[in-house]
């Protein structure tokens, strides 16, 4: 089960932090991946990373202004969102793959960030 946290309201040129959080013992057996839904846009692929933390991946609108991390230990995927602007505005979900079995996906819910003046 995933729990994405840490969305809000925020002004251009912001930041925000948001989290996604695991329940279970094996968070290390699953890559992270960040998604985006902007409202009357279908969901895109924002970010992901391995399950160890060494590979990462970004989507053209957002490299060098996010930043995604994980700490196996706190069960934890973080998006760290820099300068932000107002085409960032959407929903944003956690998906976990199973390394192992890559037919098992997880979703987490959505936290919605607003980047407005």
């Known amino acids: 089960q995933l729990q994405a946290s840490g969305g809000g309201s925020v002004q251009p040129e912001g930041s925000l932090n948001v989290s996604c959080i695991g329940s279970?013992?094996?968070?290390?057996?699953?890559?992270i991946a960040w998604f985006r839904q902007a409202p009357g846009k279908e969901r895109e692929f924002v970010a992901s990373?391995?399950?160890?933390?060494?590979?990462?991946k970004y989507a053209d609108p957002v490299k060098g202004r996010f930043t995604i991390s994980r700490d196996n230990a706190k069960n934890t995927v973080y998006l760290q969102m820099n300068n932000l602007k107002s085409e960032d505005t959407a929903v944003y979900y956690c998906?976990?793959?199973?390394?192992?079995?890559?037919?098992?996906?997880?979703w987490g819910q959505g936290t919605l960030v607003t980047v407005s003046s």
């Open positions: 998906r976990a793959t199973n390394i192992y079995k890559g037919d098992e996906v997880t």
């Open positions: 279970g013992r094996t968070f290390r057996n699953y890559a």
């Open positions: 990373i391995t399950w160890e933390g060494f590979g990462t």
